[in-house]
């Protein structure tokens, strides 16, 4: 598992009286509810007017690739690199993230990252419309104090090991994948004899393989996202059952049984193929079977006939039936 980072950056202004303000940036690269997290928290302390409340904003993005971060630290690296100081900016789409501000918290789905004058600000958009902004201070107002304790360089030293250590981490693959789901009826007979005569674990429907499936893919996935809508073919909406989007790895669950047999799922697994497929964090898609009254006769041969690959997406077919 990648360990989160943080790192504080403070600045502050005074005079003949004393301190007059402090800006407080914190930033975190790490994990919250299985997913990856950029959160910047930007603070400004008014100390002439200390009735004043002090000004906060947030900006969150989820799930930041490795992409992206590595296009922040493109950005960081022209000025940290440099002994001419140039200021530089980029434009960040496609976001997923929230800025947290006077009005609430709204969604945002771009960000304009800039370095200007020693300071990092990123501001967040609604498309057209800008949100808000948060910064990362600069250390001081002259070259010799920009020097002595740049924080352009330590945030790019701060991304940049974060990086490492992400592209360092093994991330699931669709062996793994695969290996859980022929497992899964062992977890599910392990479910039945409980202790001390206690309720056993039941799969009604399809809805509760997800769950246990969820619980088991969680163990192995970093970022692991439920239900992701996917884009419309044929006039007709769906959602992804799991989502690996950092591994582009998508899983679709399904329960074979009488009334849901092996012609009926192999027409919905084609339709769904066809959704994964334009789906543009989806290059990877395991299609789980669950089959715990051997509805599917020939399971190698079933999945024999719906593995493969193509120019857009390799699909890997698991059929797991219980366990005699």
């Known amino acids: 598992m990648v360990s989160s980072v943080s790192k504080e950056f403070t600045y502050s202004e005074s005079d003949d009286e004393g301190v007059r303000f402090e800006d407080t940036a914190k930033v975190v690269l790490g994990q919250r509810n299985n997913e990856y997290l950029l959160s910047i928290h930007f603070e400004r302390t008014d100390y002439v007017h200390p009735e004043r409340s002090s000004e906060k904003e947030i900006l969150e993005v989820t799930s930041p690739s490795v992409g992206f971060l590595k296009e922040i630290r493109s950005l960081l690296g022209k000025r940290a690199k440099s002994d001419a100081f140039p200021d530089a900016d980029l434009e960040l789409d496609d976001v997923d993230g929230v800025f947290l501000g006077e009005d609430g918290s709204v969604d945002i789905d771009s960000i304009l990252a800039k ?11 609604t498309h057209p419309e800008r949100v808000g902004n948060v910064m990362i201070p600069a ?100 959602r992804i059952d799991f989502l690996l989007k950092s591994e582009k790895i998508g899983v679709e669950v399904k329960l074979a049984s009488e009334t849901h047999d092996e012609r009926e799922i192999k027409s ?8 994964y497929r334009a789906h543009p964090d989806c290059s990877q898609l395991v299609c789980f079977v669950y089959d715990p009254g051997h509805a599917i006769e020939n399971p190698d041969g079933f999945e024999s006939d719906l593995s493969g690959s193509d120019s857009e997406l390799l699909t890997s077919v698991v059929v797991a039936p219980t366990l005699d």
Do not use: M, W
């Not at 370095?115 to 958009?125: E, H, L, M």
């Not at 919905?268 to 959704?275: R, Y």
């Open 115 to 125: 370095v200007d004058d020693g300071r990092i600000y990123f501001t967040a958009f």
């Open 268 to 275: 919905e697994l084609a339709e769904d193929k066809e959704h």
């Open 139 to 238: 250390y001081g107002s002259t070259e010799e104090q920009y020097e002595q304790n740049n924080h352009v360089e330590q945030f790019y030293e701060l991304v940049d090991d974060y990086i490492q250590e992400r592209e360092s981490t093994p991330p699931a693959t669709l062996s793994a994948i695969e290996h859980v789901c022929r497992r899964f009826p062992l977890a599910v007979a392990r479910l039945q004899d409980r202790y001390n005569n206690r309720p056993s674990v039941e799969i009604q429907d399809e809805h509760d393989v997800q769950d246990i499936l969820h619980a088991l893919l969680a163990v192995q996935c970093e970022d692991l996202r439920k239900e992701e809508a996917a884009p419309s073919h044929g006039g007709s909406a769906s």
